[in-house]
């Protein structure tokens, strides 16, 4: 048995999972051991949670950076399960978001790719720099243990040079690494290779399109298991619209508020990430708040729902113009796995293209994998749920079994 610590870094957050995966013959068994997160790290008083299979333990306490949270996690796992003082994680995964054109694949750590993680900072300013102190932190605390990191963007090297290639001066493009790298990645990889996996299909052989759903969302057209196209960009705005962030908009929108609203550049980036999407339309974020609301009559939540789907259904009908034809519409994510009337919004209209839900089997609650589409529907609708932590394990065994 093999167990895989997963750390993701936020700039003050820390959450974590610890895996065992086995092999028996030709069959795998993953399993979650533990799991947890400590919030408000740098504040006055952080909150470490820790479960297991048997209980959730919480604890509040100040915690000045991420060696500490570390540190408190090591703590965690003495206390409540399981001691990791006597066996070690075999691997420490980390989840990277930018991994620029560097990196295809997962790679274990060296002081070169930490070199190149600081580098791609000027790609994610507000992340890189945290999966790095996640991944300084874990070297501390775990000395001698490998560490892998696995990169959001990783999935998404092998579009084709028409698919991230933005049409601006090409010299400049070249200077500043400006082109689509697409996010969500190790989501879009792990749901790809479920879905072949419930269809009882060879991933080579199927053409589908994800939709990573949640507070941040994005598209993902898969042909052969190879993102093909994705609807993030150089950055995770650019796409769907989201709780906060707008997605799609004319660039010039951002000279037009310049002149005529005086916006600086960072009360420009600030309306476009942090005050866009559905809480620009709406004052809330929270997807359940809005349907809440338009369900209630409230027309500012009804007309943000039909942006939400329409700009889905957009790119719905592009990628399936791009794959040239569809086997497979899966959802996933928080909004993608919990909300039928929000599935069935997504795709209505969309029958002639050989999407349909089955009203019955889309309201019918379940965190498995299911198909949502009538029986013998031409293309299959499914739910898929999502785990980016096993996806990172799986991906750092397989480098530490490879490369050591």
Same mark, same amino acid.
């Given at each position: 048995?093999?167990?895989?610590?997963?750390?993701?870094?936020?700039?003050?957050?820390?959450?974590?999972?610890?895996?065992?995966?086995?092999?028996?013959?030709?069959?795998?068994?993953?399993?979650?051991?533990?799991?947890?997160?400590?919030?408000? /790290?740098?504040?006055?008083?952080?909150? +470490?949670?820790?479960? *297991?299979?048997?209980?959730?333990?919480?604890?509040?306490?100040?915690?000045?950076?991420?060696?500490?949270?570390?540190?408190?996690?090591?703590?965690?796992?003495?206390?409540?399960?399981?001691?990791?003082?006597?066996?070690?994680?075999?691997?420490?995964?980390?989840?990277?978001?930018?991994?620029?054109?560097?990196?295809?694949?997962?790679?274990?750590?060296?002081?070169?790719?930490?070199?190149? /993680?600081?580098?791609?900072?000027?790609? +994610?300013?507000?992340?890189?720099?945290?999966?790095?102190?996640?991944? !300084?932190?874990?070297?501390?605390?775990?000395?001698?243990?490998?560490?892998?990191?696995?990169?959001?963007?990783?999935?998404?090297?092998?579009?084709?040079?028409?698919?991230?290639?933005?049409?601006?001066?090409?010299?400049?493009?070249? @200077?500043? $690494?400006?082109?689509?790298?697409?996010?969500?990645?190790?989501?879009?990889?792990?749901?790809?290779?479920?879905?072949?996996?419930?269809?009882?299909?060879?991933?080579?052989?199927? !053409?589908?399109?994800?939709?990573?759903?949640? $507070?941040?969302?994005?598209?993902?057209?898969?042909?052969?298991?190879?993102?093909?196209?994705?609807?993030?960009?150089?950055?995770?705005?650019?796409?769907?619209?989201?709780?906060?962030?707008?997605?799609?908009?004319?660039?010039?929108?951002?000279?037009?508020?310049?002149?005529?609203?005086?916006?600086?550049?960072?009360?420009?980036?600030?309306?476009? $990430?942090?005050?866009?999407?559905?809480?620009?339309?709406?004052?809330?974020?929270?997807?359940?708040?809005?349907?809440? @609301?338009?369900?209630?009559?409230?027309?500012?939540?009804?007309?943000?729902?039909?942006?939400?789907?329409?700009? /889905?259904?957009?790119?719905?009908?592009?990628? /399936?113009?791009?794959?040239?034809?569809?086997?497979?519409?899966?959802? *996933?994510?928080?909004?993608?796995?919990?909300? @039928?009337?929000? !599935?069935?919004?997504?795709?209505?209209?969309?029958?002639?293209?050989?999407?349909?839900?089955?009203?019955?089997?889309?309201?019918?609650?379940?965190?498995?994998? !299911?198909?949502?589409?009538?029986?013998?529907?031409?293309?299959?609708?499914?739910?898929?749920?999502? $785990?980016?932590?096993?996806?990172?394990?799986?991906?750092?065994?397989?480098?530490?079994? *490879?490369?050591?």
């Amino acid at each position: 048995m093999t167990t895989a610590l997963v750390i993701n870094s936020g700039s003050s957050s820390l959450k974590y999972q610890l895996i065992a995966v086995a092999e028996s013959g030709s069959s795998i068994a993953e399993r979650t051991l533990a799991s947890g997160m400590i919030d408000r /790290i740098g504040e006055a008083i952080s909150v +470490a949670k820790h479960s *297991t299979s048997a209980d959730t333990f919480e604890t509040e306490r100040s915690v000045a950076d991420h060696t500490e949270a570390l540190a408190v996690v090591r703590d965690a796992f003495a206390t409540w399960g399981p001691d990791l003082s006597d066996a070690p994680p075999g691997v420490i995964g980390h989840r990277v978001v930018h991994g620029g054109n560097e990196f295809s694949s997962a790679a274990l750590v060296t002081d070169d790719v930490i070199h190149s /993680i600081e580098r791609l900072s000027a790609l +994610a300013p507000l992340h890189n720099p945290a999966n790095l102190e996640g991944i !300084r932190a874990a070297g501390k605390a775990f000395p001698g243990v490998p560490q892998v990191a696995v990169f959001d963007t990783a999935f998404h090297q092998t579009l084709p040079a028409h698919a991230y290639t933005y049409a601006i001066d090409a010299e400049l493009a070249a @200077a500043h $690494n400006i082109r689509r790298y697409g996010f969500h990645g190790t989501s879009h990889k792990y749901v790809a290779g479920q879905t072949a996996k419930f269809l009882g299909k060879p991933v080579e052989e199927l !053409r589908m399109i994800v939709l990573h759903l949640g $507070n941040g969302a994005s598209a993902t057209a898969v042909s052969a298991g190879r993102s093909v196209d994705t609807s993030m960009g150089l950055t995770p705005l650019e796409g769907l619209v989201m709780g906060t962030r707008s997605g799609d908009i004319d660039p010039a929108l951002l000279f037009h508020l310049h002149r005529e609203a005086g916006l600086d550049i960072g009360e420009l980036d600030t309306l476009l $990430n942090r005050r866009s999407g559905l809480l620009g339309l709406t004052g809330t974020g929270d997807m359940r708040d809005v349907q809440n @609301a338009a369900e209630a009559g409230d027309e500012r939540a009804v007309a943000a729902l039909d942006v939400w789907a329409h700009r /889905i259904r957009h790119y719905i009908g592009a990628y /399936i113009a791009e794959l040239g034809g569809l086997d497979a519409l899966v959802f *996933t994510a928080g909004v993608g796995e919990n909300n @039928a009337r929000l !599935r069935a919004r997504a795709v209505a209209g969309l029958e002639f293209l050989g999407l349909e839900i089955d009203a019955t089997r889309n309201e019918h609650a379940s965190r498995e994998e !299911r198909a949502v589409s009538p029986i013998g529907a031409r293309v299959a609708v499914l739910v898929v749920p999502t $785990n980016e932590e096993l996806e990172i394990a799986r991906q750092s065994i397989s480098v530490v079994e *490879t490369t050591l």
